[in-house]
């Protein structure tokens, strides 16, 4: 009975391990292109600062919410030509964790931008013009949209649902001015920290929403934060602001403004404690894996030490005598593989770990019985 229990812990200790060697791999490679983001964009977004709202509203009530917002929409209105202020929502393609985007959960495919981001990070036509504010359509109830290409034999489909996402304020598909852009030579770059990939936090063919204060000013308070950038020479950027941000009653909601890179490098210190803090967990576990499996072998070899020497004699083989012993290791692996499926481990980590289970195993009860037979 000791050989199960023993095998079970030596079990668990592999397979914290391999959540603990996923988390450390993830970390690694989220801090390593975070890093490489940031590189990327950093000359772009120079001198560009952020208006993140403070944790101490938390609590307000609905009217102070609606007061809220109503100032933030004001503030917008009054920082955006000032300021140079880039808008850009990417919600549907934030990864927060290791959970799916709404994007890959949904298929909710759109952004929103304002007229400032299309100067900022160009989108361009088929045949390589770049799309300005002057190709728009700049009537209130108009709703511009900017429809990838490779998205264009579903305009019909696009623009239907957004007739039923804001047909309640009074939206029809006649009102929806539909702009196809060229995906395959626009790149549409998100910069914020929550979407950080392999390419420097480029989306691929986004719908484009272009933002319109009738449709979407009612969630212009969203976008503060990381979402919407100004332009401030300034060395002290609240300074400049403050006046305003009095006026639209938002002086105690924003106290601080960062640079866009100041998000990066807080999200990599972060990153960094995580992942010192899994690599010694990857480390103990490993360790108590190694220490398990000694104790596994020698209580394995001693409580089988008779049948171990008769299939010696008989020159029969040991994975027919230890059948049971042997399927007992497989259900357990299958279990852990199960497992591993709504941890999120990777499971080439697990596969990894589980053949050098299999080996050490094999050649450590190999050296044991060699030396009981020498003795």
């Known amino acids: 009975m000791k050989q199960y229990i023993a095998l079970i812990l030596k079990s668990l200790a592999l397979f914290c391990a391999a959540i603990f060697i996923t988390m450390a791999v993830s970390n ?11 590189g990327a964009i950093e000359p772009k977004t120079d001198g560009y600062v952020q208006l993140p709202f403070s944790a101490s509203i938390v609590d307000v009530s609905v009217i102070n919410v609606n007061e809220l917002y109503t100032g933030a929409l004001e503030f917008y209105k009054l920082t955006v030509d000032e300021y140079s202020g880039v808008l850009i929502d990417v919600m549907n393609y934030e990864n927060a964790g290791y959970k799916k985007t709404l994007f ?20 361009y036509l088929s045949d390589g013009v770049q799309i300005t504010v002057d190709m728009l359509n700049n009537r209130q109830d108009i709703f511009n949209l900017l429809i990838p290409k ?50 420097n936090g480029k989306i691929e063919s986004p719908v484009i929403e272009i933002w319109n204060e009738k449709y979407l000013g009612n969630q212009t308070g969203n976008y503060f934060g990381d979402r919407y950038f100004l332009k401030i020479e300034n060395p002290n950027p609240l300074e ?91 259900l357990v692996y299958l279990v852990m593989a199960a497992l591993a499926l709504f941890q999120n481990v990777n499971m080439v980590v697990l596969l990894l770990l589980l053949i050098t289970d299999t080996l050490l195993t094999i050649t450590l009860s190999k050296r044991r019985i060699g030396r009981r037979s020498e003795s």
Not at 28 to 38: G, S, V
Not at 105 to 121: A, D, M, R
Not at 282 to 308: P, Q
Request: hydrophobic content about 45%; overall charge neutral.
């Open 28 to 38: 690694a490679i989220d801090l390593y292109r975070t890093d490489k983001t940031l």
């Open 240 to 330: 400049t602001l403050r006046p305003l941000l009095t006026a639209c009653g938002l002086e105690n909601i924003i106290i601080n403004t960062p640079a866009v890179a100041d998000a990066f490098n807080a999200k990599m210190r972060a990153i960094s404690q995580r992942l010192t803090i899994v690599s010694v967990a990857s480390f103990v576990s490993l360790a108590a894996f190694l220490i398990s499996l000694l104790w596994w072998t020698r209580i394995f070899c001693k409580a089988n030490r008779e049948k171990i020497s008769e299939v010696k004699r008989r020159g029969a083989r040991f994975a027919t005598a230890f059948r049971f012993g042997i399927a007992f290791q497989a």
């Open 104 to 123: 890959e959960e949904y298929g909710q495919n759109w952004i929103t931008v304002n007229h400032n981001y299309l100067e900022f990070n160009p989108v």
């Open 150 to 199: 490779s998205l264009e034999y579903d305009i019909y489909n696009i623009k239907s649902n957004y007739q039923d996402m804001y047909g309640a304020m009074g939206l029809t598909t006649e009102q929806i001015n539909a702009v196809v852009y060229d995906d395959a030579i626009s790149d549409i770059y998100t910069y914020t920290v929550w979407v950080v990939n392999s390419e």
